[in-house]
Nanobody
Framework: QLQASGGGLVQTGTSTNLSCAATGRNLNTYIMGWFCQVPGNEREFAAAISWQYGNTLYADSVKGRFTISRDNAKNTVHLQMDSLKPEDTAVYYC??????????????????WGQGTQVTVSS
């Protein structure tokens, strides 16, 4: 299982950090990703990190502002969110994919999902 935490209510231009901890399963060989979803919209890819070399991939909307990292020893993945904007407001989900080498951006390629954590950016 994946357990996401962090987020909450933050102001525009500030930062927050999301964490995702895995229990009952070693995710060291999985690609780990974060997706975001607002009501009425589909869940969208935000960022992901490979398991072997730590390669990262970001959506254009968050590139340069968000940083994904992982701690394989602790079986956790983090999303550092800087320079937050009101349009970043969403529920953020962590997910795990056994896709292999190429980092997928489609949510269908991710097998395991966390419960989601709300990030609200006030203007």
């Amino acid at each position: 299982q994946l357990q996401a935490s962090g987020g909450g209510l933050v102001q525009t231009g500030t930062s927050t950090n999301l964490s995702c901890a895995a229990t009952g399963r070693n995710l060291n060989t999985y690609i780990m990703g974060w997706f975001c979803q607002v009501p009425g919209n589909e869940r969208e890819f935000a960022a992901a990190i490979s398991w072997q070399y730590g390669n990262t991939l970001y959506a254009d909307s968050v590139k340069g502002r968000f940083t994904i990292s992982r701690d394989n020893a602790k079986n956790t993945v983090h999303l550092q969110m800087d320079s937050l904007k009101p349009e970043d407001t969403a529920v953020y989900y962590c997910a795990a994919s056994s896709s292999g080498v190429v980092i997928p951006t489609l949510r269908e390629r991710y097998r395991y999902w966390g419960q989601g954590t709300q990030v609200t950016v006030s203007s």
